[in-house]
């Protein structure tokens, strides 16, 4: 990543007073064959060293509650006002320039992550995509499957754009009994 590119990410993240992610979670891509610079950029945790403990975590034996569904619904509407709230926040003066967004879709995602889990929804597992491109006044499709209980996991996204660039996030919550 570029020293500029780095300042600008800095100076806005302090600005704004978000946890910074950029230092030790720095990673530099790969660019695929025949694909531009301009393309989305996507970050995966998987992709960075130190994610990975070699010490597998010790276990914890639990006691059987015997509960079979949630006493407290997944609050989907919530959690889509807290999706708008961020990316407005962060995305509503920004111009497409890939590594910067590169780690706005990091930092966006640990603060959707943070104040998901700051509702203290019990025995959901919480997972956010967080996806930036360029608007180019291109056509784009993007779809997911999971494996779930209908009746229990639920999910809430939102889109953004603003003149040069486009937001799309999506929050899981799955349920784990």
């Not at 619904?73 to 111009?95: C, G, H, S, W």
């Amino acid at each position: 990543m570029s020293d500029l590119a780095k300042e600008k990410a800095a100076r806005l993240l302090k600005k704004r007073g978000s946890v910074s992610s950029l230092g030790s979670h720095e990673v530099r891509a790969k660019e695929p064959v025949g694909r531009t610079k301009d393309s989305i950029s996507t970050v995966s945790y998987i992709d960075e060293h130190g994610h990975h403990d070699d010490n597998p975590r010790p276990t914890v034996q639990m006691e059987n509650t015997y509960q079979l569904g949630p006493a407290k619904r997944f609050p989907v509407l919530t959690v889509k006002e807290i999706l708008k709230d961020v990316l407005a926040n962060y995305l509503q003066e920004e111009k497409y320039e890939a590594e910067l967004c590169r780690q706005m879709t990091k930092t966006i995602s640990e603060v959707v992550k943070a104040r998901v889990k700051d509702m203290m929804i019990p025995r959901y597992k919480i997972i956010v995509l967080i996806s930036i491109g360029q608007l180019t006044g291109q056509n784009m499709r993007m779809g997911s499957r999971c494996l779930w209980d209908a009746a229990s996991d639920t999910f809430s996204s939102h889109t953004f754009k603003n003149s040069s660039l486009f937001a799309i996030a999506n929050v899981y919550g799955v349920y784990f009994e």
